[in-house]
């Protein structure tokens, strides 16, 4: 019988790290997942797939406390498990929250990195370990050109894009330097019902839900006019899979190639639950009111303006799609749909 491959995976109790351990496990991967000690229970986006019952050897996931911060603990968990493939999802992943917090973003961001990095090259006699990167558009920051792709170059614009990037040049150094096979997976916006709920998109879906389920609150929301460019954190996952099956180690992009303003997509969440939004005002006094109440809907606030933006991001996965075949299917009305009707299933049972 052909053996197992076994996955680690960091940041296990994130978006990413719920859809591709459920992914791996599909794929017949034994998945090990490093989770944070944490005072309330995290584990909400994976209890579906934990089973308790560790001496099983049927019980094909299984979680470790840890963090990528801490060498002693990471060292001992890679040497433990002996991976075939590491995913690194830990993050600092919130941009506004790294202005605040920029040496912790970049402990974990950064130096995280250089933890897990150094135990597979310290490793890599008795066994050949596989890593990726969870590399990001932010890296790119504000560019004249249109459309990113791999050659573009980086020009970070928050402490977390600063922090990606250092990872993603420490991730092509230990490729270069000792042959690992290493890659960073560069991934535009991808998001999903499992999205933490301070990003924008789920952010939006649970305020929409919760108003067509009968809260009156008004939506409170910082800069209305970057752009980004949104995916399924699902499809995505699988492309990470993808990178780290080919021949070569490649950093690639995963991307739709098409690009939105914050409003539109704000726009296109009211109108699932039949509100048509109209717009009045500029700039703070900027609002949107339900174009047949009145009822003021939406505000900005400047609580949720950067200390710096990127206003404009939409990225090119032609390579991804010639080298692995990958290409994104669903659209951005799909994916705002399916969000707003998992958070309307997820509170109806609520009082508002
Ligand atoms: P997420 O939901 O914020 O999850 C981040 C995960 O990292 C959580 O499990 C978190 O644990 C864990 N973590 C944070 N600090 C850690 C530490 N010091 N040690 C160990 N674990 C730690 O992020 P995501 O959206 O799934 O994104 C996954 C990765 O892709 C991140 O690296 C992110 O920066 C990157 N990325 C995301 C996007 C996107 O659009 N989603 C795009 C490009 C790149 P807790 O639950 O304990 O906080
Ligand atoms: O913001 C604007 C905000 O926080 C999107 C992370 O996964 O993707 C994500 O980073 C846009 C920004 O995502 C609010 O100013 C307006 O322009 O959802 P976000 P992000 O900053 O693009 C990249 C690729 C990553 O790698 C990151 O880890 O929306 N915006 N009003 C707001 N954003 C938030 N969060 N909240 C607001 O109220």
């Known amino acids: 019988m052909k053996k197992k491959k076994i996955a680690l995976i960091t940041g296990i109790t994130g978006q990413d790290g719920a859809y591709l351990a459920k992914f791996l496990l599909k794929k017949n991967y034994k998945v090990f997942g490093i989770k944070r000690r944490t005072s309330t229970i995290n584990t909400s986006r994976i209890d579906d797939i934990y089973q308790e019952d560790t001496s099983n050897k049927k019980n094909n996931f299984i979680l470790k406390y840890g963090d990528v911060t801490d060498p002693a603990n990471i060292n001992s968990l890679i040497n433990e498990i002996l991976p075939d493939e590491v995913y690194n999802l830990a993050a600092q992943s919130h941009v506004q929250v790294s202005f605040a917090t920029p040496l912790y973003t970049s ?137 780290m099956q080919h021949k070569e180690p490649q950093d690639l992009i995963l991307a739709t190639n ?54 404009y991001l939409k990225g090119n996965p032609q390579k991804a799609f010639k080298n692995l075949k990958w290409k994104p299917k669903i659209n951005f009305n799909t994916l705002i749909k399916e969000m707003v009707h998992s958070d309307i299933a997820k509170f109806e049972n609520d009082k508002f």
């Open 107 to 243: 402990m974990t961001n950064s130096l995280g990195v250089i933890n897990i990095l150094e135990s597979i090259k310290e490793l890599r006699s008795k066994k050949k370990i596989k890593f990726y990167q969870a590399s990001t558009s932010e890296m790119f920051g504000n560019h004249t050109q249109k459309i990113l792709n791999e050659k573009s170059n980086f020009k970070p614009v928050s402490p977390y894009g600063s922090s990606k990037v250092f990872a993603y040049w420490l991730t092509k150094n230990y490729r270069d330097s000792y042959d690992i096979f290493a890659v960073n997976g560069i991934l535009f916006n991808h998001e999903s019902p499992l999205r933490g709920e301070t990003f924008i998109s789920r952010k939006v879906s649970i305020h929409v839900a919760k108003k067509f389920l009968g809260e009156k609150k008004i939506l409170r929301i910082g800069n209305l006019y970057s752009k980004r460019d949104w995916g399924h954190a699902e499809e995505y996952v699988e492309g990470m899979w993808k990178m």
């Open 258 to 311: 098409k690009s939105y303003t914050v409003k539109e997509f704000i726009e296109r969440a009211f109108k699932e639950i039949n509100i048509k939004l109209k717009w009045v005002g500029k700039g703070l006094k900027e609002k949107a009111v339900n174009s047949k109440t009145g009822e003021i809907c939406v505000m900005v606030d400047e609580k949720y303006y950067r200390p710096n933006e990127l206003h």
